[in-house]
């Protein structure tokens, strides 16, 4: 599991470094000029000459006063309306671009989200847009945000739903509802034939075919030592080495 969150994380990394690198290299080498809207620039002067956030909302929420306070938040670090515009659509990029990853990594595995997001990444027609400042990028995330929040919710529905269904306790509880189900009726006690309840005699032979046979061992063994016995031949008292004498009468103790 931690080898799988660390392949993870160093996805996350290389997919926003590419795309980042990819833009810069655009914004600073590629791009000729900057496309404002001109009712976004207006809002956002109107917005900065009166109340701030505060007139940006001052109507209602919308996606364009959304853009707008997200336009001035940049504003404010960039000073910059055309200059602030393009980093925010980097931004929105950068996002989109790692939600499509998590998307189809969900769906297929990583190493195919790496794959698309790389192609998103570094697709020249979504680059171009850099130059447009308009919610055009900003669309685009919420909308791959709100299909990646279904595919996880769908995915952790069916996941759900699968450790549910191989829960050995659901298991034994689902085979019990069937052989409940598939349990015949029980018989009539009237049609019941009475069974035989007397004490049966019992043989000797009976108990004798209930006893353990043992087999004979199947497993090689050492062969058994011949016993054997050394005795002197007195029969042949001329040739023997040893002196005979008679014993007779005497003790072991005795012995000369």
């Known amino acids: 599991m931690r080898k799988k969150s660390w392949l993870t994380g160093l996805f996350l990394v290389i997919l926003s470094s590419i795309t980042i690198i990819v833009r810069m290299y655009y914004v600073n080498y590629m791009m000729s000029e900057v496309n404002i809207n001109e009712d976004i620039y207006n809002a956002a002067k109107v917005s900065i000459g009166t109340d701030g956030l505060g007139a940006v909302f001052a109507e209602g929420f919308r996606m364009q006063s959304l853009y707008i306070g997200n336009l001035y938040l940049a504003f404010l670090i960039f000073g910059n309306f055309t200059v602030a515009g393009v980093y925010l659509n980097i931004l929105y990029q950068l996002l989109t671009v790692l939600l499509v990853y998590i998307a189809i990594r969900s769906v297929t595995n990583r190493y195919v989200g790496l794959a698309g997001s790389v192609i998103l990444a570094i697709l020249p027609i979504y680059v171009n847009t850099l130059s447009k ?38 298991i034994v509880t689902d085979r019990a509802d069937i052989n409940e189900k598939n349990e015949a009726p029980e018989p009539d006690m009237d049609m019941e034939p009475v069974r035989d309840t007397s004490m049966k005699e019992i043989h000797y032979d009976d108990l004798e075919d209930n006893k353990v046979q043992y087999i004979e061992n199947p497993l090689p063994v050492p062969k058994r030592r011949e016993h054997k016995e050394m005795d002197y031949a007195f029969e042949t008292a001329v040739s023997d080495d040893y002196d005979i004498k008679d014993l007779d009468g005497k003790d072991f103790y005795d012995i000369e």
């Open 133 to 170: 400042v308009t919610m055009q990028n900003m669309l685009i995330c919420i909308a791959v945000l709100t299909g990646t929040v279904a595919v996880l919710m769908i995915q952790w529905i069916y996941r759900r739903h699968t450790a549910k269904k191989n829960d050995p306790a659901q």
